[in-house]
């Protein structure tokens, strides 16, 4: 490795440094236990340079000794973009987003949706969670307050208690999958439709009641 490419190597760890610690902060200040989840989990970096499309390319070895890009792609920011071109996403009703892949498409996504539309993003591996924390910035999309985040195991009970405990939030009536795998897909699909059958036929019930209180 000649000596401009360890020069490279250096920056682009500590700009990633960097990068985590301004997304854990804003993490922190909406949901703190998946700040510290990203803050306690180790992860094996094992090639930090850059994609085709200037992004940073990571590859990771996960606890399994699997090794897996962020992003999936060499050119994972155009092909978010290009992903999100052709989406013909309707004006109304929430968004499940799956899986968080680099979140790449996270900004291009949240500028064709309308504000009061959320997004609610699962991600079912916590060092792909936290390799894109270190590659891609997203404290200003957290900040907004239309992201929520659901990481690790169990997502369809976390997204069933999210929704049961956050009665103002409609149930997302859309799913947009950033993975091109017929089985990652189906499986994030399984999640979404096992969390949002199991709400119960109350919700709305719920939500009324809660509005009487509030009047």
Same mark, same amino acid.
């Given at each position: 490795m000649s000596r401009s490419e360890l020069t490279e190597a250096a920056n682009l760890?500590?700009? /990633?440094?960097? =990068?985590?610690?301004?997304? !854990?902060?804003? *993490? +922190? =200040?909406t949901a703190p236990d998946l700040a510290d989840l990203a803050r306690r989990t180790p992860?094996?970096? !094992?090639? %930090?340079?850059?994609?085709?499309?200037? +992004?940073?390319? /990571?590859? %990771?070895e996960t606890a399994g000794g699997e090794r897996v890009w962020v992003g999936g792609t060499v050119v994972p920011r155009a092909a978010a973009r290009q992903m999100v071109r052709t989406l013909a996403l309707p004006a109304v009703g929430h968004v499940f987003l799956a899986p968080l892949n680099g979140a790449y498409c996270l900004a291009p996504l949240m500028a064709v949706t309308n504000p009061h539309q959320h997004l609610f993003v699962l991600e079912r591996d916590v060092d792909l969670f936290v390799g894109t924390l270190m590659v891609t910035e997203i404290w200003d999309a957290l900040d907004t307050g239309r992201v929520h985040l659901f990481v690790g195991e169990h997502l369809d009970r976390q *997204?069933?208690?999210? %929704?049961? !405990?956050?009665?103002?939030?409609?149930?997302?009536e859309h799913l947009v999958t950033t993975s091109t795998r017929p089985? !990652?897909?189906a499986a994030y699909r399984a999640v979404v439709n096992g969390a949002t059958a199991r709400v119960g036929p109350d919700w709305m019930n719920r939500l009324e009641r809660r509005l009487d209180d509030a009047a």
């Open positions: 760890a500590l700009a /990633c440094e960097a =990068r985590f610690r301004r997304n !854990t902060a804003a *993490l +922190a =200040r992860v094996v970096v !094992t090639y %930090l340079g850059r994609a085709r499309d200037g +992004a940073v390319a /990571c590859r %990771l *997204l069933r208690e999210f %929704l049961e !405990t956050h009665p103002q939030y409609a149930v997302p089985e !990652t897909v």
